[in-house]
């Protein structure tokens, strides 16, 4: 005897996994788990690979790619509103929108192959000039789904926020204030912060990850030297950056330096910091007719705006609660999808071009719910499932 349980057979297919599958209900503990399991190998059963059981149900058509994909985004949800749009996402909401863009491919493929077919005919001109009128509405979708899926990556994936800047501006201040921890030492010695802090907080059920660097100057030390290393080292795999000013001084040419080094494509937000220090009237060195984002990290002043000016600057539309969770290969796919269609309209005139760009199409599409993918990339996608999902 090792345990006393309940044995429960599931019928395939309706099964999870589309097959006859048994599930195992003991008093728990992982001693007495073992066990069961270990003798469960003794008679003839070995252990699943990551994701086995969501790959059967994929394969035994249960769940499209899309919908598998999905499972493991709700087990790793960190937010109420990313578990809501991944369960969107494993319904099957996400893979209907992509499964009405490939008919509606489809359909103007057919139009076009048509007049291929039978290019001397009047119908023939018909049909083409309908799959040109329709290609526009066609991309029009496709751009409200992919602008979808990619709120949907921000909630699978969060966003890496960078609080940088010249020292003692009140980075690490701003912080604590952010998070409401006391996690970064402060005080009023420049140069105070060595080395990077992150911590996880949410807003408006958008996963953020703050990052507090080190003050970005000439290093005093070698120890400084490796802090701001790793600054602008932070700075690059960010989504955004909060570029944290002394609201008494406004923007120096120093920060303006810092900016001058920042990647083109890197969103930066202006904070003007310490803004219970402020005497009456916009800060100096402000442009005319710009209104500063001012806070204070010690009152709390102005935190809630800079809130919304995060998401904001970030990517976040509010009211995106009604969309699904996506990942990059999807939003890559998607993306595809809409160069190909783009270069479609740029040769409508060539018959041969314009169907060889709507196949294409369709095929990124189809890799997003599985239709068309290598079978090295299935191995690839499941492979980061845990055991047992």
């Known amino acids: 005897m090792i345990d006393e349980g309940i044995a429960i057979l599931f019928r395939g297919p309706s099964s999870y996994t589309g097959e006859d599958v048994v599930e195992l209900h003991g008093h728990g503990g992982q001693v007495i788990t073992n066990m069961v399991l270990r003798r469960c190998m003794e008679l003839g059963a070995r252990l699943a690979e990551p994701g086995e059981f969501t790959y059967r149900a994929y394969l035994n058509d249960k769940l499209d790619l899309a919908q598998a994909e999905s499972v493991a985004d709700v087990i790793e949800a960190t937010t109420e509103t990313a578990a809501r749009s991944a369960m969107r996402s494993l319904q099957g909401e996400f893979s209907s929108r992509v499964h009405l863009l490939v008919g509606a491919l489809i359909e103007l493929r057919t139009l076009v192959e048509a007049t291929l077919d039978f290019p001397e005919e009047e119908i023939g001109a018909e049909h083409h000039m309908l799959a040109v009128d329709r290609l526009p509405e066609l991309k ?3 751009l409200q789904v992919l602008e979808s899926s990619r709120q949907g990556s921000i909630l699978r994936n969060g966003l890496q926020v960078v609080l940088a800047g010249q020292p003692n501006v009140g980075k690490s201040s701003l912080m604590n204030c952010l998070t409401g921890e006391n996690l970064a030492i402060v005080t009023a010695i420049p140069g105070t912060t060595r080395d990077t802090v992150r911590q996880g907080i949410h807003i408006d059920g958008v996963p953020i990850y703050v990052i507090d660097t080190a003050g970005l100057r000439t290093p005093a030390d070698e120890v400084e030297a490796i802090g701001i290393e790793r600054t602008w080292d932070a700075i690059s795999k960010a989504d955004l950056m909060l570029l944290i000013v002394d609201s008494r001084e406004g923007v120096t040419d120093l920060d303006r330096s810092i900016a001058e080094k920042l990647s083109s ?3 930066v937000l202006t904070v003007h910091n310490k803004s219970d220090l402020l005497e009456e009237g916009l800060p100096p060195h402000t442009p005319e007719g710009s209104h500063p984002l001012l806070v204070s990290a010690k009152s709390g002043d102005g935190i809630e705006w800079l809130k919304k000016a995060i998401l904001d600057h970030a990517g976040w539309h509010p009211g995106s609660e009604g969309t699904w969770m996506a990942r990059e290969r999807q939003i890559l796919a998607l993306s595809r999808a809409m160069n190909y269609l783009e270069r479609a309209e740029s040769v409508v005139c060539h018959l041969e071009l314009f ?11 189809g890799e997003i719910t599985g239709e068309f993918l290598a079978d090295d990339l299935l191995g690839e996608i ?8």
């Open 355 to 365: 169907a060889e760009e709507l196949r294409l199409a369709q095929e990124a599409l």
């Open 140 to 142: 029009a979708v496709l």
């Open 265 to 267: 494509g890197l969103k």
């Open 382 to 389: 499941f492979s980061r499932f845990c055991i047992g999902k």
